[in-house]
């Protein structure tokens, strides 16, 4: 056989390229355009930089007519998001962040499908000393957006076993040790001065080099029964293999993804696939060197083809794991066997393996907030105060509050019933195993509604649960105001994906483990249609069901949607 000869595409890089290119390691004007005082917003080349630095500027969609028509430049503010490897925050940092959404947010904190804390709402004369703040807590932002390797995930659960916190050092590891080198966030924003002369490129980035990745790169380790951090969505998925009591390694999948564009064929969901095995202390040089392939060979001209997902299927995955390996120097070991039982979270209280207690608290959609009747925001601060244990933010968007003593416990649950806070258990099962993403008002590429709209939707669709007798089965369901999957749609058993206001393509047949995407069902149908479908689907998955089937893999036997051959990736 003829080895084939890699490349990166042909064609003209695209503008973000030259960006990069010329903004001398992500530095740009950044420090001066932060100084300008004429305009809250900041021109298109700093704001795609910024993205590398943890934040986007945005403006309230739900202003933008009012303001055009008073020809008053959008309501600019920005979004920041933390680095927060598996999840975990420390009470006194989560202090910080409910108080820095008040004073310099919109007194909000959002809970995101990875793992970490998102504000919104920062004024440009905020951003600076709200990330010092941040910085002063042994937090930073860095690297939360842009085309570098993103948040690292692995699995919330604390309880199960000492693995997980091993897996939890791996994660924080990978995550520091991914990071960019450049010292252009201490600069713009901590006020480091800048060292004279210009160091060899090389220096400065040896992993990324000066144009960093072709796009966001991704990476979440699992322990397995959970795949509570979607492993297969991953550009590189890592799967604890555990034997007696020991973790003996990683099975190693690469190439998953959630994004597409509505009609273009040329952009879809995929899952990761499992490519091999490697140990504990191999896990560093496997992540650094898939990334320099999709560094080397991602396509630099199509943003929408630029993902690893599409470098995977252009070259071919046996090409890409000959590469790797040669890149390793070693072989991946064969895949070792593991199981999933489901992708979600698990509520309320449970004892963890060292005797101490952790309680997952439900929080819809993972938005931390006060309303008149539900005081989440100030319950989790007052839990802080006295919390000693940690915080860790599941992939799920919900919470647990971990390391409780024994002591601690009866303080914390004083708390939780005096301010009404809740593990779900009174809410429908399928509303627990709800996601959605921000949408309207701040994201800029929304097309419908999502957080605010789903658990209302829920409230409807929970009739129909109630009259069927569904209310305690647990059916994922996750909706996005757009197709570029936030809430990881393509891994709901129902999902929604926006396509216009109030209007949404309908999604079914997604395995309850996360091993198998769902399949388009209905477009662009807007709320009465989805109920009355949903009426129809849920009657029949009431009466007909097998024992212990899962909806996602009912509507698959019955016919409702149909699956393709090797049963894994059937998205339409
Ligand atoms: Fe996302 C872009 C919010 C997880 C795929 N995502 C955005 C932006 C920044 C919109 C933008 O580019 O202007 C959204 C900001 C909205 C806002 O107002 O806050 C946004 N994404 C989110 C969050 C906050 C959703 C949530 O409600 O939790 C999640 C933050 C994660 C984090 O902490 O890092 C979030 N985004 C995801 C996930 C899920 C995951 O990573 O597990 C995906 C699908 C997985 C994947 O990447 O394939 C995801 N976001 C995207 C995409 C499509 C990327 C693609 O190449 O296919 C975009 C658009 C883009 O990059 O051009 C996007
Ligand atoms: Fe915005 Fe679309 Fe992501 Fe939702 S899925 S946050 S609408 S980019």
């Not at 920005?78 to 004073?103: C, Y």
């Not at 000492?162 to 960019?180: G, R």
């Not at 914390?412 to 593990?423: A, K, P, R, V, Y």
């Not at 921000?438 to 669709?461: F, N, S, W």
């Amino acid at each position: 056989m003829v080895k084939q000869k890699l490349k990166a595409p042909d064609g003209a890089p695209s503008d973000v390229e030259r960006i990069k290119r010329e903004s001398n390691f992500l530095r740009g004007t950044l420090r001066e355009v932060m100084l300008d005082r004429i305009s809250a917003g900041i021109p298109d080349d700093d704001n795609r930089l910024m993205k590398h630095h943890g934040s986007y500027l945005q403006d309230d969609r739900d202003l933008r007519n009012e303001r055009q028509k008073q020809k008053l430049e959008p309501a600019y503010q920005f979004m920041l998001r933390v680095r927060l490897p598996g999840g975990v925050a420390t009470p006194s940092q989560w202090l910080v962040m409910d108080e820095l959404a008040d004073k310099n947010g919109n007194g909000t904190l959002k809970l995101t499908t990875r793992q970490t804390f998102q504000m919104h709402g920062i004024l440009k004369w905020n951003m600076k000393n709200t990330i010092q703040e941040i910085h002063a807590t042994l937090l930073d932002t860095i690297a939360a957006c842009g085309d570098v390797n993103r948040n690292v995930l692995c699995t919330s659960n604390p309880y199960q076993s000492e693995i997980h916190m091993e897996v939890y050092e791996w994660a924080k590891h990978l995550s520091n040790y991914l990071l960019p080198r450049t010292r252009a966030y201490h600069e713009v924003w901590l006020d480091e001065e800048k060292v004279a002369g210009s160091p060899e490129v090389d220096d400065v980035e040896p992993m990324y080099g000066p144009l960093y990745l072709p796009r966001k790169f991704k990476i979440a380790i699992a322990v397995p029964p959970s795949n509570d951090i979607d492993v297969f969505s991953q550009d590189l998925g890592l799967i604890a293999i555990v034997e007696d009591g020991k973790l003996i390694g990683f099975n190693v999948a690469i190439g998953g993804g959630m994004g597409s564009s509505h009609g273009d064929k040329e952009t879809y969901p995929q899952l990761a696939k499992i490519i091999g095995f490697c140990t504990p202390d191999q896990i560093q040089d496997v992540a650094e060197k898939v990334i320099t392939i999709q560094r080397d060979y991602g396509n630099r001209s199509e943003r929408k083809n630029a993902r690893f997902k599409y470098t995977v299927d252009r070259l071919g995955l046996e090409t890409v794991k000959e590469e790797l390996e040669n890149r390793l120097g070693w072989s991946l070991a064969e895949a070792k066997p593991y199981h999933f039982d489901d992708n979600g979270d698990r509520y309320g209280w449970v004892k963890g393996v060292q005797g101490k207690w952790h309680y997952t608290l439900f929080i819809q959609n993972g938005r931390i907030a006060d309303s008149d009747d539900y005081k989440l925001k100030t319950a989790l601060r007052e839990i802080a105060k006295v919390h000693k244990g940690e915080f860790r933010l599941t992939a799920n968007q919900n919470v647990i509050i971990a390391d409780v003593s024994s002591q601690k416990k009866k303080k914390i649950n004083e708390l939780i019933e005096q301010f009404g806070l809740t593990d779900g258990s009174h809410y429908s099962a399928l509303r627990r195993s709800s996601m959605a993403c921000v949408a309207l008002p701040t994201c800029g590429l929304a097309m419908a509604e999502a957080e605010r709209y789903l658990p209302k939707l829920i409230d409807k669709i929970d009739d129909i649960l109630d009259e069927t007798g569904l209310r305690d089965k647990e059916i994922t369901i996750r909706m996005t105001g757009c197709p570029n999957g936030c809430a990881r749609p393509g891994l709901g058993e129902i999902a929604f994906m926006g396509k216009a206001v109030g209007k949404y393509n309908m999604y079914l047949g997604a395995a309850f483990d996360g091993s198998r995407l769902n399949k388009m069902y209905r477009e662009n149908i807007g709320e009465e249609e989805i109920l009355s479908e949903l009426r129809v689907i849920l009657s029949r998955y009431a009466k007909e069901r097998e024992q212990e089937e899962h909806f996602g893999d009912f509507v698959i036997r019955a016919g409702i949607v149909q699956a393709t051959t090797d049963g894994t990736n059937f998205h339409a």
